[in-house]
């Protein structure tokens, strides 16, 4: 049980807008510890796409679009397309662990 | 070009050791924290350590602490993990990863990971 929450799996048909949340608490997102989102596709490497909880990597589209507040973060994907089809997963840090977490992971199918 | 690349996993069986290396080119190593990441099958990713620039300062997750040492070469360019008592619940892909300068604890290179498999 990650100790950041992301709903398992969201749906979008292709051009159409999703978001993935980030849940976490006052000891990690909540203390004011960054939020980062990456894209595991299919036997593929993670990619980070998300650092900073808003900033994108060199390369990485702008349909892709990252926010935080409170103890939550928000991962958005607009315009989707079917190579979106992924794992993303959010990371940050907590306090009370004293190291990196990941939420668990959510599966984008589209539709 | 800047990669990562992992070798050492394999079979082993429970109770064994394992010393996993991660070779790192077109950077230099000793600019940055480094992380070992893993995923077993069927499931998303967790942290396993990190350790700073210098080799000062080292991080374990709970579930590898006591049981696992993370080092470096910063004149081999390499990272090391080794587990030694292992459980059939380290099966995992393991991923070295590099974590950036500009935003700390965020990974911008993974290598392309390397299989450990736990079982008799």
């Known amino acids: 049980q990650s100790v950041l929450t992301q709903p398992p799996s969201v749906s979008g048909a292709p051009g159409q807008r999703v978001t993935i949340s980030c849940t976490g608490s006052s000891s990690n997102i909540g203390a004011d510890y960054d939020v980062h989102w990456y894209q595991h596709l299919p036997r593929k490497v993670p990619k980070l796409l998300i650092y900073g909880n808003i900033s994108r990597p060199s390369g990485v589209p702008d349909r892709f679009s990252g926010s935080k507040s409170g103890t939550s973060a928000s991962l958005a994907i607009t315009g989707l397309q079917a190579e979106d089809e992924a794992d993303y997963y959010c990371?940050?840090?907590?306090?009370?662990?004293?190291?990196?977490?990941f939420g668990g992971g959510t599966k984008l199918t589209v539709l | 070009e800047v990669r990562l690349v992992e070798s050492g996993g394999g079979l082993v069986q429970p109770g064994g050791s394992l010393r996993l290396s991660c070779a790192a080119s077109?950077?230099?190593?000793?600019?940055?924290?480094m992380s070992w990441v893993r995923q077993a099958p069927g499931k998303g990713l967790e942290w396993v350590a990190n350790?700073?620039?210098?080799?000062?300062?080292?991080n374990y997750v709970d579930s590898v602490k006591g049981r696992s040492t993370i080092a470096r070469d910063n004149i081999k360019n390499s990272v090391y993990l080794q587990i030694i008592n292992l459980r059939v619940e380290d099966t995992a892909i393991y991923y070295c990863?590099?974590?950036?300068?500009?935003?700390?604890?965020?990974?911008?290179?993974w290598g392309q990971g390397t299989l450990v498999t736990v079982s008799s």
């Open positions: 077109g950077f230099t190593l000793r600019g940055y924290w």
């Open positions: 350790i700073k620039e210098d080799g000062s300062e080292k």
């Open positions: 990371q940050s840090y907590d306090n009370s662990l004293s190291h990196v977490v």
């Open positions: 990863a590099r974590e950036t300068q500009t935003a700390p604890g965020a990974f911008d290179i």
